[in-house]
């Protein structure tokens, strides 16, 4: 099954940066069967998808995060990336890839990874 390992989580300042990768591996069918994304847990809160994108490069981002945030793929090297600037404290939370059978549905995910902890100091 897809194996997805995120890292490049960390502790910033607010208005800071930090780019997020997510290895891919395992791929069952055919790699443009899959969208890949990105979903944030925070403590308390409800999980949030933060980033999509398709076998095409069409992407999505949820409204909390558009302008700051840039998802991205190299298909060659199967890996996601998410490029987050302007970081504030409700950025903070766990950060976990995901993989997606055709478009994003963040209620059916084909698989996901252990997660990666971003956490922004004010």
């Known amino acids: 099954q897809v194996q997805l390992v995120e890292s490049g989580g960390g502790t910033v300042q607010a208005g800071g940066s930090l780019r997020l990768s997510c290895a891919a591996s395992?791929?069952?069918?055919?790699?443009?069967?899959?969208?890949m994304g990105w979903f944030r847990q925070a403590p308390g809160k409800e999980r949030e998808g933060v980033a999509a994108i398709d076998s095409d490069g069409d992407t999505y981002y949820a409204e909390s995060v558009k302008g700051r945030f840039t998802i991205s793929q190299d298909n060659t090297e199967n890996k996601v990336y998410l490029q987050m600037n302007s970081l504030n404290a409700d950025d903070t939370g766990m950060y976990y890839c995901?993989?997606?059978?055709?478009?994003?549905?963040?209620?059916?995910?084909?698989?996901w990874g252990q997660g990666t902890l971003v956490t922004v100091s004010s």
């Open positions: 395992g791929y069952t069918r055919a790699r443009s069967d899959y969208s």
């Open positions: 995901a993989a997606f059978l055709g478009r994003r549905d963040w209620d059916a995910l084909a698989a």
